[in-house]
């Protein structure tokens, strides 16, 4: 199975209330496949970025994915994991060890795409519901 993860983490305030949403979709039928919305407590809008990327590596691993698009909107995260930015905070090289740790458990086999947030409304739908309901 091939998946297209779209993940969007926020915090209002940083830090701040956060919350984090994923959307699996499988590529062969365009469908979306889960849906996950959750409230993560009081943390900065880049952790609740990384702890959403997770969240969506983490079904992945779950769902036996041949293969993993994962796309958000943070520049920041993508960019981090491709490589092109080194990770300075020590809290989020916490985080990037649980993303490569995830790649490795997919065989290598995860891309990262950046997308405006325009293109990302689902995850960033998911994301605030969770916020509006701290749940």
Known sequence: MNLQIYTDGGARGNPGPAGIGVAIIDLASGKIIEEHSKYIGETTNNQAEYQAAILGLARAVDLGAASVELVADSELLIKQCRGEYKVKNAELAKRFLEV???????????????????????????????????Q
Do not use: F, W
Request: glycine fraction near 2%.
């Open 100 to 134: 490569k740790n995830l790649e490795t458990q997919l065989n290598g086999r995860v891309s990262y795409r950046h997308v405006k947030r325009e293109l990302n409304k689902r995850a960033d739908a998911l994301a605030n519901k969770a916020m509006d309901a701290r």
